[in-house]
């Protein structure tokens, strides 16, 4: 079982950048296909982008709010997942969370639905504000 730690949060002005990490113990982030989203105040927690596990078919998600802006990386040496965030609007203001899915696991799935991820760390707060 896989437990999960976001970290790299905080505050920045609008048009800046923040990188988040994504560290897992326990098991190894490989076998895991690992997303992040975003819940902002009031509203649902939404799925932004997410990574396949090693051995598995398919390219990276990215929802359209963050494509050519956002950008998800694995660090094998760390056993961590990176989202690496440019351009940061006001809009991006939320708690970011990393979550986890066995690639082992069947049946259908979706980076943008929670219910997919049985795995979740506490979340990490970035707020964007001049």
């Known amino acids: 079982q896989v437990q999960l730690v976001e970290s790299g949060g905080g505050l920045v002005q609008p048009g800046g950048s923040l990188r988040l990490s994504c560290a897992a113990s326990?098991?190894?982030?490989?076998?895991?296909?690992v997303g992040w989203f975003r819940q902002a105040p009031g509203k649902e927690r939404e799925g932004l982008t997410g990574?396949?596990?090693?051995?598995?078919?398919?390219?990276?998600f990215y929802h359209d709010s963050v494509k050519g802006r956002f950008t998800i990386s694995r660090d094998r040496s760390r056993n961590t997942v990176n989202l690496q965030m440019s351009s940061l609007n006001l809009d991006d203001t939320g708690v970011y969370y990393c979550?986890?899915?066995?690639?082992?696991?069947?049946?259908?799935?979706?980076?943008?639905?929670?219910?997919?991820?049985?795995?979740w760390g506490q979340g990490t707060q970035v707020t964007v504000s001049s």
């Open positions: 979550a986890a899915r066995p690639r082992s696991l069947s049946g259908s799935w979706s980076w943008s639905l929670a219910e997919s991820f049985a795995y």
């Open positions: 326990g098991s190894t982030l490989d076998y895991y296909h």
């Open positions: 990574i396949f596990a090693d051995g598995t078919a398919g390219k990276m």
